[in-house]
Structures are given as structure tokens and as C-alpha cells.
């Protein structure tokens, strides 16, 4: 077997959508309109992820990330190129490439509403026919990542967001899939959630080599579990390698923290190459007394803005 979880090869996806007209006449006009135009959602995309990868999949609102993963999970047909999960078409083997994936998509649960979340986990075990003892294997391996105990009897219905995405998350990998999709985990949650939820998915990542594929606009989550990212804008690829290697490129960029007389603290990103930082500082001293200084390298945060803002074209 190949050490590839993923390929993809020149996948395109385009959207047919009636063009629509306004008013009333117009909502009568589209009843009966052939007049469509094409949304290229995804354009060319080339692909490769190994085994125990996590790739942070990134790009601003509309860039055609969710496009890309329902492709990669058969959920739609590309138009044009080619997908293999774990060796296989997904959307021509739904049902195999379902026995090899796991799937978050943000705040829609997979599971069961009403039932306790233990009786969906031994559905989810009949389903995909998972072993007793792996089962077994898997609750420990969870209890030890995760505190369990205040979910694993509760119905989701009953369940915070936070626990909701919590055990959702559970639910993808125990069938031990080869890859797990996330599009968006952390959207919604506290700080501390969200901490625990990173911390929880690297932990099974970890354990279990699963690949995992990460949307997310939350660079925070970037941070804590990609070492590698992607971006795409407007459904083409336009990055594709370490986070490292992409602050290097902004090496000389540094975050200027300033406290300022009345203890608030202001914050500026400055290109060394450009400006001196001496300088802003005096001249900042000018205006108000300032009590303290911090000097940061560019956050993956202000990386990721550049980069949407077209800045490293
Ligand atoms: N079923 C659909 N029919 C028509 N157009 C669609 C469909 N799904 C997505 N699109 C369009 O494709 C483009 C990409 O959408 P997509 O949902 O993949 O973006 P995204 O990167 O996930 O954005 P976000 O960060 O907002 O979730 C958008 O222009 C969207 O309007
Ligand atoms: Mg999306």
C-alpha cells in the first residue's frame, strides 16, 4: 500500500445557477428560465496527503473549501479530474469510502438526537462493524484524551455545543477511519473548549496516525495542529507548504506591543525592511508616555490576513 491518504489531480467543480430576476414578474420569469450561468467553485486543484498528515485546508469566505471536502468525502461528483481516499473514488465507492473516512461538518451533529451519546457509539460499532475489543480499545483511548463522563450518558439533544462537537468528534474516529474530515470544529466555542478539542484531536491523530483534513478560519487551530497548509482563493491553489516556510517569507515583519500611560496596549504590525521600529516608537512617545514594550514575529493570524488581502502575490 501506498503511503497516500489522499490524492487529488486537477479537480474541478463547477455550480449551474439560474440567473435570477427581481420582482415578482422576474420570480414568474426563472419558473420557466433556461438562462444559467457556471460558478467555477473549484478550479484545478492538485492534491497529495500522507498517511498521519494534518493539513490545515484554508481560504477565505466562499474560496470553495467545503466544495473541496464534499468531493473528497462523495458527497459531490468533480466535473473534471480525479480523487482517491485511501486508494479509492469516493463518490463511486460511498459506501467503502465510508468504512475509511470520518466526517465533522461544524455545527451539524451526526448523531442521534434523543439517544444517550454511548447507545449512538454502539450503533456507530454495529454499523461499521468494529470489533468488541477495538471498541473497548477505542472508550479507554478516549477516556484518556478527554473527560468523558459528563457526556457519554447524556442525549445530544441535552448537550452544549461544546460537548456536541466534543462528541461528534468521538463518533468520526471510532470506527478508526484512515482519514477524518473537519470543516470547521471549532466554530462557536469557548476558549477552553476549544483547547480541548485541539488537544483531543491531535492526541488521536497521534495515537491512531489518522490523517486529518482541517477547515477552519480560526488560526488558533492552525496553530496548535498544522504543520502544513493549504490555501485556496477563489477555487485555485495558491499555497501549498509548511506554516514555517510562509512566516519566513514575512521574516522580516515584526508585531510591535506597546502599554501605553493608561495600561491599554496597542498593537502594530511593522516590515523592518520599511520602517524603523526606533522611529514609531519615539514618535509614539510624542503623543503618550509608554510603560512597556513587547516585539513578536509575524502570528499566523496576520500571515493568513496578508495573504487573503493578496499581499504576496
Ligand atoms: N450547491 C451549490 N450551488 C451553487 N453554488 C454553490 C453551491 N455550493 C457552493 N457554491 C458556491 O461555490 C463557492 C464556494 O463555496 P464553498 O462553500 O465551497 O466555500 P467555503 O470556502 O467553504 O466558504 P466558507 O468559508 O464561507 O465556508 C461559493 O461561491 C458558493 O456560493
Ligand atoms: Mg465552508
Given at each position: 500500500m501506498d503511503n497516500q491518504a489522499l490524492v487529488m489531480k486537477n479537480v474541478c467543480k463547477d455550480?449551474?445557477?439560474?440567473?435570477?430576476?427581481?420582482g415578482l414578474k422576474g420570480s414568474i420569469q426563472d419558473l420557466f428560465s433556461r438562462d444559467y450561468k457556471t460558478i467555477s467553485a473549484?478550479?484545478?486543484v492538485s492534491l497529495e496527503v500522507s498517511r498521519g498528515e494534518i493539513i490545515g485546508y484554508l481560504g477565505p469566505n466562499g474560496a470553495g473549501k467545503s466544495t473541496t471536502i464534499k468531493m473528497m468525502t462523495g458527497v459531490l461528483e468533480p466535473t473534471s479530474g480525479e480523487i482517491l481516499v485511501n486508494g479509492k473514488v469516493p463518490y463511486k465507492n460511498r459506501t467503502e469510502n465510508c468504512e475509511n473516512i470520518g466526517v465533522v461538518f461544524g455545527q451539524r451533529s451526526?448523531?442521534?438526537w434523543s439517544l444517550p451519546l454511548v447507545e449512538s457509539f454502539k450503533l456507530l460499532r454495529d454499523i461499521y462493524m468494529v470489533p468488541k475489543n477495538e471498541y473497548n480499545?477505542?472508550?479507554?483511548?478516549?477516556?484518556s484524551l478527554v473527560d468523558i463522563e459528563p457526556i457519554i450518558n447524556k442525549p445530544v439533544r441535552q448537550?452544549?455545543?461544546?460537548?456536541?462537537?466534543?462528541?461528534?468528534?468521538?463518533?468520526?474516529f471510532l470506527h478508526n477511519p484512515a482519514i477524518v474530515f473537519l470543516d470547521e470544529p471549532t466554530i462557536g466555542l469557548d476558549v477552553s473548549m476549544k483547547d480541548k478539542i485541539r488537544s483531543l484531536i491531535k492526541g488521536?491523530?497521534?495515537?491512531k496516525n489518522t490523517t486529518v483534513i482541517l477547515t477552519t478560519h480560526d488560526m488558533g487551530d492552525v496553530d496548535a495542529l498544522c504543520k502544513r497548509i493549504v490555501i485556496i482563493d477563489k477555487g485555485t491553489k495558491i499555497y501549498?507548504?509548511?506554516?514555517?516556510?510562509?512566516?519566513?517569507?514575512?521574516?522580516?515583519y515584526r508585531t510591535l506591543h506597546m502599554r501605553l500611560a493608561d495600561d491599554t496596549w496597542e498593537s502594530m504590525l511593522i516590515d523592518e525592511k520599511e520602517t524603523d521600529i526606533m522611529d514609531v516608537i519615539m514618535r509614539k512617545q510624542k503623543e503618550t508616555k509608554i510603560k512597556d514594550i513587547r516585539l513578536e514575529?509575524?502570528?499566523?493570524?496576520?500571515?493568513?490576513k496578508k495573504i487573503y488581502e493578496g499581499d504576496a502575490a
Amino acid at each position: 500500500m501506498d503511503n497516500q491518504a489522499l490524492v487529488m489531480k486537477n479537480v474541478c467543480k463547477d455550480f449551474k445557477v439560474l440567473n435570477r430576476h427581481e420582482g415578482l414578474k422576474g420570480s414568474i420569469q426563472d419558473l420557466f428560465s433556461r438562462d444559467y450561468k457556471t460558478i467555477s467553485a473549484v478550479k484545478d486543484v492538485s492534491l497529495e496527503v500522507s498517511r498521519g498528515e494534518i493539513i490545515g485546508y484554508l481560504g477565505p469566505n466562499g474560496a470553495g473549501k467545503s466544495t473541496t471536502i464534499k468531493m473528497m468525502t462523495g458527497v459531490l461528483e468533480p466535473t473534471s479530474g480525479e480523487i482517491l481516499v485511501n486508494g479509492k473514488v469516493p463518490y463511486k465507492n460511498r459506501t467503502e469510502n465510508c468504512e475509511n473516512i470520518g466526517v465533522v461538518f461544524g455545527q451539524r451533529s451526526q448523531l442521534w438526537w434523543s439517544l444517550p451519546l454511548v447507545e449512538s457509539f454502539k450503533l456507530l460499532r454495529d454499523i461499521y462493524m468494529v470489533p468488541k475489543n477495538e471498541y473497548n480499545d477505542m472508550i479507554e483511548l478516549y477516556k484518556s484524551l478527554v473527560d468523558i463522563e459528563p457526556i457519554i450518558n447524556k442525549p445530544v439533544r441535552q448537550m452544549s455545543l461544546g460537548q456536541r462537537t466534543l462528541s461528534d468528534i468521538l463518533a468520526a474516529f471510532l470506527h478508526n477511519p484512515a482519514i477524518v474530515f473537519l470543516d470547521e470544529p471549532t466554530i462557536g466555542l469557548d476558549v477552553s473548549m476549544k483547547d480541548k478539542i485541539r488537544s483531543l484531536i491531535k492526541g488521536l491523530n497521534k495515537e491512531k496516525n489518522t490523517t486529518v483534513i482541517l477547515t477552519t478560519h480560526d488560526m488558533g487551530d492552525v496553530d496548535a495542529l498544522c504543520k502544513r497548509i493549504v490555501i485556496i482563493d477563489k477555487g485555485t491553489k495558491i499555497y501549498d507548504n509548511d506554516i514555517e516556510h510562509l512566516k519566513s517569507y514575512f521574516g522580516s515583519y515584526r508585531t510591535l506591543h506597546m502599554r501605553l500611560a493608561d495600561d491599554t496596549w496597542e498593537s502594530m504590525l511593522i516590515d523592518e525592511k520599511e520602517t524603523d521600529i526606533m522611529d514609531v516608537i519615539m514618535r509614539k512617545q510624542k503623543e503618550t508616555k509608554i510603560k512597556d514594550i513587547r516585539l513578536e514575529e509575524i502570528s499566523t493570524e496576520e500571515v493568513i490576513k496578508k495573504i487573503y488581502e493578496g499581499d504576496a502575490a
